[in-house]
Each structure stands twice: as structure tokens, then as C-alpha cells.
């Protein structure tokens, strides 16, 4: 089971932004599909953005040209840069790392094999 800690949520005002960081493995930061998923309450899981071991990443439509997932591979950490925060865009956020895939991830977090706590991100006026 690979090591995935979340930080850096928090509440924030319509048009504001937050920046989420996760730490993990250098092992899981190098070689796995890894990705930022939401869940509300009572709400599904789901997508919001992954990024492969060669760096393509790809976005929930509606958080396109408002979020950006970034790896370090020198830090083993993950990160959300989020703008243009909505309040639709409150939810827990997870940190998750696929162990069955590098490239081509998955935007299904059934297929994601680890996963963080979460940390959560309020959108309020």
C-alpha cells in the first residue's frame, strides 16, 4: 500500500484560489497514474484530474482551464493548483495512485488502487 497524504485545503471565496498538495512514494510519483478526485456528500466519487509517469494529463471538463495537476518528482508529491474556484466546486478531495497502469489513466476512481484521506475545499461567499 503506497503512503498518499493530502494538504492544503481550506475555505475560500467564489473566484479565489487553493493550491492541494499530496505526498507519496518515489517509487508511486515515478511509475503510477496518479490523480485528484472530489466527493460530496452523498455524491459519487468522481474524476477531476490525472496525470501518466510521462506527464499527459487530463481534466474533468468542468474544472478545464481553472485547475492544473502537476507531479514533482524530486518532492513525491502530487499537486491541484486551483482558480477560478466555483462553489460547485466544494468537496472532499482525494489523492489516489493507480498501481496497474503508468500511462493512459483510467478516469474511473474504481480503477485507482490507493488512496488518501482526503482534505476538504469550501467555496463561499
Known amino acids: 500500500e503506497v503512503p498518499l497524504r493530502e494538504s492544503g485545503g481550506g475555505s475560500v471565496q467564489p473566484g479565489g484560489s487553493l493550491r492541494l498538495s499530496c505526498r507519496t512514494s518515489?517509487?508511486?510519483?515515478?511509475?503510477?497514474?496518479m490523480g485528484w478526485f472530489r466527493q460530496t456528500l452523498g455524491g459519487e466519487r468522481e474524476g477531476v484530474a490525472t496525470i501518466d509517469s510521462d506527464g499527459v494529463t487530463n481534466y474533468d471538463d468542468s474544472v478545464k482551464g481553472r485547475f492544473t495537476i502537476s507531479r514533482d518528482n524530486d518532492k513525491n508529491t502530487l499537486d491541484l493548483q486551483m482558480s477560478g474556484l466555483k462553489p460547485e466546486d466544494t468537496a472532499m478531495y482525494y489523492c489516489?495512485?493507480?498501481?496497474?497502469?503508468?500511462?493512459?489513466?483510467?478516469?474511473?476512481?474504481?480503477?485507482?488502487?490507493?488512496w488518501g484521506q482526503g482534505t476538504q475545499v469550501t467555496v463561499s461567499s
Open positions: 489516489a495512485g493507480d498501481d496497474g497502469r503508468a500511462v493512459w489513466c483510467s478516469d474511473y476512481a474504481q480503477d485507482f488502487t490507493d
Open positions: 518515489a517509487h508511486a510519483i515515478k511509475t503510477y497514474c
